[in-house]
């Protein structure tokens, strides 16, 4: 019932927060990136960022008042660690949204379907990976709807509501033609370079990275594909209920949002 009543907020939401914008505007490619949390203080992608955002109903954090936390994991591939971080998960009773590709789908199925039976969201990370913003609108909707049918066959769910375009690269018209289709795009406030699997750095690293980066709000990503995140899951979150933040889904930001009206992004910094 909450996921059905969060998919009617972000229609409503997306519907009303679509304005009409020259066709360049639209194209104009962003990579998304953002001024790194410190002592607290929460990222900062720059008012131009925000703006966009804010016009499509999409997000990289939540309220900056509230120390609740958004675990969110990319899967491209699977490299032997999902498992664990998913025993991980199980074991602190974090629910989390993992954005998956539509090679994920099909050469890790098994682990798919452990995702979805624990609770957890599936997130649309496009189906063959490619420049989002490169592509025709038709081709935008082709790669999240080629996703969703590989999702649906495999595994009987029927479709995602989450979207996130690969290497953070997007434009307004992708923006859009997801709200359109009932998409609601999703970035990130918390992130480091963890994706490169010959860099091995160790548990330390990874927990390191993401403790000093911690901010209420935050919406975290992290690569299954690096052993480091995987060692260093159960210490971070165990760090972060030490610190009194709790960990909450994407459909409990898009519902939280939604009922406050103070909390509008562009004061989220």
Known sequence: ????????????????????????????????????????????????????????????KGDPNEKVLYLTFDN???????????????????KVTFFL???YLTSATDLVKRMIEDGHIIGNHSDKHPNMARLSPEGMVK?????DKKLKELTGVERTYYARPPEGVFNEELLEVGNQNGY??????????????DQKKGADYAY??????????AI???HTVAQHNADALQDFIQEAKRQGYTFATLDDLILSHTMNDDWPLEKAS
């Open 220 to 222: 975290i990503l992290m």
């Open 143 to 147: 790669e999240w709807e080629n996703f």
């Open 1 to 60: 019932m909450k996921r059905k009543i969060a998919y009617i907020v972000c229609i409503f939401v997306s519907s009303i927060a679509i304005l009409l914008a020259p066709q360049s505007t639209l194209a104009k490619e962003y990579h998304w990136g953002f001024t790194k949390a410190k002592d607290g203080k929460p990222a900062d992608a720059g008012a131009e960022l925000e703006s966009v955002l804010n016009k499509y109903g999409a997000f990289y």
């Open 101 to 103: 590709t539509g090679h």
């Open 184 to 197: 609601t795009h999703i970035f990130w406030s918390i992130a480091f370079r963890d994706w490169d699997t």
């Open 76 to 94: 491209g591939f699977e490299a032997g660690y999902t498992e664990k971080i998913l025993d991980v998960l199980k074991e602190e009773d974090v």
């Open 208 to 217: 390191n990275e993401l403790v000093k980066q911690l901010h209420p709000g």
